[in-house]
């Protein structure tokens, strides 16, 4: 005979599911912090212990450590001595925050706590529209999916409760699959979480279905038996900076862009992204314990998978920035579903991606990029956390 649960263990379970999906339905959906100089640490308590440089010698970056590629980037950039010596002869430091979002690195650029930060489209394009950073290059081009418990169309998801990270890509990507299956938001169930949290949430049945970034779709499909991809779509990630650090210290940004150039052109070899990827997975583990471990190979492979879009040399397309582009269209969508002002047009947006920066790079620079010098851990750059 089939073994009984007991009502009261299945009763406390659905209550610790219920209470972990509002937990993190709060922190996600916490207000932004007002543009200034207050803090937006007391909006995100997941960062309560990170310590930001508020003199001009220190450059405060934000990076996303669950996001394939650019975690395996901004690793490399970490241990750039290049780049950190660089720096210091400017009498500068840089520093490096790990974070679940780009919505949440847009929250810490605002209130001044970051100078620059990783962030996907739909990040990019808001702070973009605010006029508030100023877009290098790119650190990631491929797919953001949708994961559900069993294969279903895009139609079908209506009423379904559907996880999300707020102002993320994935969120974006989720927008655009509910308009293709003739949806808005209105028709579904919205779950924010944050994407180490979705494959287990829906393992337990606390949603039917989630939108994220590699590797959470990877790890649902190989980790959790009939989880699986039923929609994908084209999203980007870019490296932006602040306005105000772009205006006031342009040398040390352009330094930062080539350290990008660098660690794309050194991942370009295969035993040099199983070294990063080694690096990332650490970095995970510390950031999150809540995803399963993956190898390093299967981690490098899906790295590349999303770096042979970047290609050698990590420009903004520039088919992307006309008007009847690719991001061009995504802003539109955005504006008409009230993600961004109505007062914002597409050339003010289009002016804030810089594609003369990684020219100018590439001109005063290259037998820098040339060279690499990647150190293990003990080098002077360092995390907050």
Known sequence: MPRRVPWALLTAGCLVILIALSRHAALSDAPAASSGTTSALPHHGAYRDYDFGQGRDIIDVGTQPLWIPTNLITEAMQRDAILSESLARRGLTLRFHAFFKGADVNDFIRSGDLEAGIGGDMPALVA?????IQIAALAQYGFCSIVAGHPVLLHELGGKRIAYASGSNAYFALLRALSAGGLTEADIERIALDVHEMPSALAAGG?????AWQPTPFIAESHYG???????????????FSQTFS???PDALRQIVAAELRAVGWLGYRKNRLRA???????????SRRLPRLNERD????????????????SLPEA?????GRLAREFELLRRLDKIDDNATWEQVRRRFDRSLIADVLSTS???????DYREAGSENHESR
């Open 226 to 240: 009939n989880q699986v991809v039923v929609h994908q779509s084209l999203c980007s990630g870019y490296l932006y």
């Open 207 to 211: 949603i039917d279905a989630f939108a």
């Open 247 to 249: 205006e006031q210290q």
């Open 320 to 324: 992307d920035l006309l008007g009847n």
């Open 277 to 287: 990827a080694r690096w990332a997975l650490e970095k995970t583990e510390a950031f």
């Open 128 to 132: 973009a529209a605010e006029g508030r």
């Open 299 to 314: 981690y490098a492979a899906l790295a590349w998978n999303d770096l042979i879009g970047i290609a050698s040399i990590p």
């Open 366 to 372: 290259r037998r820098q990029l040339q060279s690499y």
